[in-house]
């Protein structure tokens, strides 16, 4: 399985846009771009995913680079309660492979 | 419907308790997932059913006994538990696309003593 990595944790300032970086120089054509954040005593969420464009949904925004071994999800506006653990996640859509959870990264916004 | 419920919230459990964890959706998913979860670590991968029929069992002691009895249901038998399994328990659905995303429920807490 394709691994990814992310930074341990982030800092954000409320109402400012947050740039969280995955890289996955490994990944394979057919590996879709997953990410989820999980909010403190709650189960994961599902935030955006995608394979080669660029994504915007109500949430985020998934920014996808050319050669696919990096991506950023954005969060145009932190709140408080964006708070959260985010993770990144490749996921074979042609082998229906299930989704490998790695570390995340832990996102604080300060008010 | 757009949720997957889990009861209890909370179990407390000793080691020669047999106890079951309950999910259940109704949102027509057919892949429904249990995860483990330690404290400060991502969710784990135990079980998958698909179709009511298990597809994975990523090599879990069998003190975890997983049930799916019907499309909407999946259990967790627990018996003689150790210590170590106490964790968050995660219960997940998807609808059978590839590019389904997964529902998670709120887990159960659980504590062996």
């Known amino acids: 399985d394709a691994k990814t990595t992310q930074p341990n944790s982030m800092e954000s300032n409320e109402e400012e846009p947050v740039h969280l970086p995955c890289n996955h120089s490994?990944?394979?054509?057919?590996?879709?771009i997953h990410w989820y954040r999980q909010l403190p005593s709650q189960g994961p969420e599902y935030v955006i995913h995608?394979?080669?464009s660029n994504v915007n949904n109500r949430m985020a925004s998934l920014a996808i680079a050319e050669d696919r071994k990096s991506s950023t999800l954005i969060l145009h506006r932190a709140t408080l309660r964006d708070a959260a653990v985010y993770y990144c996640?490749?996921?074979?859509?042609?082998?229906?492979?299930?989704?490998?959870f790695g570390p995340g990264t832990r996102l604080s916004v300060l008010p | 419907d757009t949720e997957v419920t889990q009861t209890p919230k909370h179990l407390v459990m000793g080691m020669t308790n047999k106890k079951s964890l309950k999910c259940e959706q109704h949102?027509?998913?057919?892949?429904m997932y249990w995860y483990k979860q330690k404290a400060k670590k991502p969710p784990e991968l135990m079980f998958v059913?698909?179709?009511?029929?298990?597809?994975i069992n990523e090599s879990v002691p069998s003190r975890f006994s997983p049930e799916c009895p019907n499309s909407s249901l999946l259990n967790l038998h627990l018996h003689a538990l150790q210590p170590e399994d106490s964790a968050l328990y995660l219960c997940?659905?998807?609808?059978?696309?590839?590019?389904?995303?997964?529902?998670f429920g709120p887990g159960t807490r659980l504590t062996v003593l």
């Open positions: 997940a659905s998807r609808g059978i696309s590839s590019y389904n995303e997964q529902f």
């Open positions: 490994t990944i394979s054509g057919t590996d879709y």
């Open positions: 995608g394979l080669t």
């Open positions: 996640i490749l996921r074979d859509g042609t082998r229906g492979q299930n989704f490998v």
């Open positions: 949102m027509g998913h057919r892949a």
């Open positions: 059913y698909s179709y009511e029929k298990l597809s």
